[in-house]
């Protein structure tokens, strides 16, 4: 495979989030004209690193470091209007300009700042083994307003002032009785204020608005070439992660055909992205966690802290259970395994084959968080490697203990790796063809 024969691919992390999406869409956006991203919304965090300048995406898409790439936020997303007008802001102060070139589906749900609240007032009042340690962006109150129906807002609805105006004063009315009810919040939200702060936001996107099923579509039958880029991780899918310490959407390939209105035909190529340990950022089972120095040494090298929320990310060894089932979920074509640097000079490896409960092997994943409770790992040793490895850029060039290691991660996720990281920026990616 040459990476100027894939088409119409979708980029998905297999972890739980944070694997390094980002760089793998800057990647191959050289060999795609349009990106699209088709779910979450401010709690993805991806970042892109060109001749020493870092972007931290949240709600734009990676590609739009690339300048000649169309952007297209679809309507599987939440938008918070306010945070992507300053995504917008940011990047053309540092030269990429938005103009022309993104487009934000009319059908996309809008965070309101009453969404905000009630993450906040839900987390406050969970007992802690019921915290789920969100990104305090509301996106579980908003994906729940679009299901419940009764006061999602659409970023189309903000349009229209007066419609706009009526919804926000039910939907306000309704979460100030229920959030004085439930969690004995006092302060009001003011509706009118609201309103007026979202019908500015609104004039501002308004050039950018349009129906982004049809666009993405007409571009597909003028052969561009499309780039689905994932948010989240399979582990956090709020059908097949490890449920309740999930996100609100499903970050998979099942994500995209809803999210962005395409037919599954479309996709041709299903990146999958790993990092080469495990990460995890926010509460729930994570079975091959290091609680120890290792785990602190591989925050540390790798600098595991969040994009969006810089709290630190739990570490620990790479999962193939985990990660088998979310290939199994996603069908991946090929595989991304991204840093591989941050191995450097561990010592011994471990790779966890198989989950073990009162001494017996699992033969099924755990259907969700509670289903993890006396999972243990069992693990396999690999040789580690202490040459640095970030110069490297043909799979030939690397140890023959990172090959090795590569190699037990293709056999045991069960799909042809294509390219490997071994530092943050662009050129630090081993590329393998055949
Ligand atoms: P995303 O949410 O999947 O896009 O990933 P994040 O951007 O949240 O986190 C991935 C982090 O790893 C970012 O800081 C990247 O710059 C960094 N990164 C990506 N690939 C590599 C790699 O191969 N080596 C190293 N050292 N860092 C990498
Ligand atoms: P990217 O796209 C890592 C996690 C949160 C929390 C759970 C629910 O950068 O990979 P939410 O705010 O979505 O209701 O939080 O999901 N989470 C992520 N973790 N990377 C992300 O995105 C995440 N988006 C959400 O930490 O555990
Ligand atoms: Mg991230």
């Not at 509460?283 to 994009?307: M, N, V």
């Not at 850029?393 to 590569?406: G, K, M, N, T, V």
Request: proline share 4%.
């Amino acid at each position: 495979m040459k990476l100027d024969e894939l088409a119409h691919s979708c980029v998905v992390g297999l972890q739980w989030g944070d694997e390094g999406k980002g760089k793998i869409v800057d990647l191959l956006m050289a060999h795609h004209d349009v990106v699209v991203r088709y779910g979450g919304g401010a709690n993805a965090g991806h970042t892109v690193v060109v001749a020493g300048d870092k972007f931290a995406l949240h709600q734009i898409p990676s590609g739009i470091i690339r300048q000649e790439v169309m952007c297209v936020l679809a309507n599987g997303m939440v938008i918070d209007p306010a945070v992507l007008l300053g995504e917008m802001r940011g990047l053309e102060e540092r030269g990429i300009s938005p103009a022309g070139r993104l487009w934000v589906s009319d059908r996309a749900h809008v965070v309101m700042p009453y969404h905000r609240r009630e993450d906040a007032l839900a987390e406050a009042a969970a007992d802690q083994a019921h915290k789920l340690g969100t990104t305090s962006r509301g996106i579980g109150p908003c994906y729940a307003d679009k299901v419940l129906r009764y006061h999602g807002i659409r970023v189309g609805d903000m349009l229209d002032a007066d419609r706009f105006r009526a919804g926000i004063a039910r939907a306000v009315a309704h979460k100030n009785a229920y959030f004085a009810a439930v969690y004995d919040e006092r302060s009001q939200l003011d509706a009118n204020a609201i309103t007026d702060e979202y019908l500015q936001f609104a004039e501002q996107l308004r050039p950018h608005v349009c129906d982004t099923a049809q666009l993405v579509n007409e571009r597909i039958s003028g052969r561009s070439r499309v780039l689905f880029e994932g948010a989240q991780g399979s582990m956090l899918d709020v059908d097949h992660g490890t449920y309740p310490y999930v996100t609100s959407s499903a970050p998979g390939v099942g994500g995209v055909v809803g999210g962005s209105g395409v037919s599954p035909r479309t996709i041709k190529s299903i990146v999958g992205v790993v990092k080469a340990y495990a990460t995890r950022v926010g509460d729930g089972p994570f079975p091959t966690e290091l609680c120890d120095a290792t785990g602190e040494t591989i925050r540390t090298r790798g600098r595991e802290y969040g994009t969006t929320t810089g709290r630190p990310r739990r570490c620990g060894w790479f999962d193939c259970v985990a990660a088998r089932y979310a290939a199994m979920l996603a069908g991946p074509t090929h595989l991304a395994v991204l840093h591989m640097d941050t191995l450097t000079g561990m010592g011994e490896l471990r790779i966890c084959v198989g989950y073990r409960r009162d001494g017996r092997i699992l033969n099924s994943f755990p259907a969700g968080a509670y289903d993890f409770a006396g999972v243990e790992p069992v693990y396999e040793s690999l040789p580690g490697w202490d040459e640095d490895v970030s110069g490297c850029r043909r799979f030939a060039d690397l140890p023959a203990a990172a090959r090795q290691y590569l190699a037990a991660i293709q056999e045991r996720v069960g799909a042809p790796i294509l390219l490997v990281g071994v530092g943050p920026t662009r050129e630090q990616t081993i590329v393998i063809e055949d």
